[in-house]
């Protein structure tokens, strides 16, 4: 990303996953997984969601004959990924709760074999999600920081899976420390992480306009802390200011829309820039995990310019005002 790498003096680079068939890099997880559940014959499977993982498991469970199942938090799912989990045929329960609530409905579902669990917890998502670290490895070589929103923590720990494999094999020497970044009101992994311990406590009402990671007990959380620790990262968390602040930087200096959850990153790389941790000249690969379409309400909400007019005329005079 040449701009952002110009204002920050850094070697940036987007990993966009909004190039994915659904936008999102669930993509990588939930073929596999979905695979594997056909594979075993599965009938119905099961997801919670704050939408990412509906649309995506909607998506390639129905192509392969499987009933997708999945359990939203009221209220709290972006409209591009609600419309994506109804076209591709889901089944919607919405449930008056939160992402974590929605979780231990999938687990109960999972536990008495009503259907067949496409959360994170299921290791076939981690081993599509890991191919990210593949890819980026492949391409650029040596790679001092990777960047990635935390929600409930299964892409960080699927990213170090993947470098560590990549090492293990020879095909790379040191691996690049890994930044965790999650919202101000719905980081339970900073707080931990700034009392250098592995036990975190849940957030009871996260809050963040990024509702993508708007998640107070990450399933994934004391693996994510192990993960940031051993590649001595760092976690990290940005306000929503921040974050809306980064989502107009990346469409505007770069040409690239990300959901709110995706921008974290940026708004994260700033701060680490700020405070001197990742310092000038160094290669950071920041991972872009939604495109902008999956929520369209927050970019029509904020920083918009725009004016009715109510004709021909009346429009013409006002660009010719505001460009002159
Ligand atoms: N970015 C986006 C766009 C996401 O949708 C998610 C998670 C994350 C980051 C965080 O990833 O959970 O592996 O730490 N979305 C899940 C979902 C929770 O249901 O779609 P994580």
């Excluded at 709290?76 to 449930?95: E, F, N, P, R, Y």
């Excluded at 959901?259 to 000249?281: F, Q």
Aim: aromatic residues 6%.
């Amino acid at each position: 990303m040449k701009n952002i790498s110009r204002k920050f003096e850094l070697e940036v680079y987007g990993k966009f996953e909004g190039a994915n068939p659904t936008g999102s890099f669930k993509d990588r997880g939930m073929s596999v997984a979905v695979s594997v559940a056909k594979y075993l014959g599965v009938k119905v499977v099961v997801c919670a969601s704050t939408g990412n993982t509906a649309a995506s498991m909607a998506a390639y469970a129905s192509r392969a004959g499987i009933k997708p199942v999945v359990i939203l938090p009221k209220n709290s799912v972006a409209k591009g990924k609600l419309a994506q989990t109804i076209m591709h045929g889901a089944v919607l329960v919405s449930l008056n709760g939160l992402f974590d609530d929605a979780l231990k409905v999938v687990l109960e579902l999972a536990h008495r074999n009503i259907a067949y669990p496409l959360n994170s917890i299921n290791p076939w998502r981690i081993e599509g999600q890991k191919t990210i670290a593949y890819e980026i490895i492949d391409e650029l070589g040596k790679v001092d920081w990777i960047i990635v929103p935390v929600g409930n923590a299964g892409n960080i720990t699927s990213i170090w899976k993947g470098l560590k494999e990549l090492k293990n094999l020879g095909l790379v020497e040191n691996l690049p420390r890994l930044v965790g970044v999650q919202a101000s009101r719905a980081s339970p992994l900073v707080k931990a992480f700034q009392e250098k311990s592995l036990i975190f406590e849940p957030v009871e009402e996260p809050k963040t306009i990024a509702s993508a990671i708007r998640i107070g007990n990450p399933v994934h959380g004391l693996r994510a802390l192990k993960v940031v620790y051993e590649s001595n990262g760092v976690l990290i968390d940005v306000s929503d200011e921040e974050i809306l602040w980064a989502q107009k930087v990346l469409a505007r200096l770069e040409g690239l829309g990300v959901e709110p959850a995706s921008a974290t990153t940026i708004a994260g790389l700033r701060k680490l820039v700020e405070e001197g941790v990742i310092t000038h000249g160094e290669k950071v690969v920041v991972v872009l995990t939604g495109h902008g379409l999956k929520d369209p309400e927050i970019a029509l909400k904020h920083g918009i310019e725009s004016y009715e007019a109510s004709s021909v005329s009346e429009a013409v005079n006002i660009v010719s005002k505001i460009t002159r």
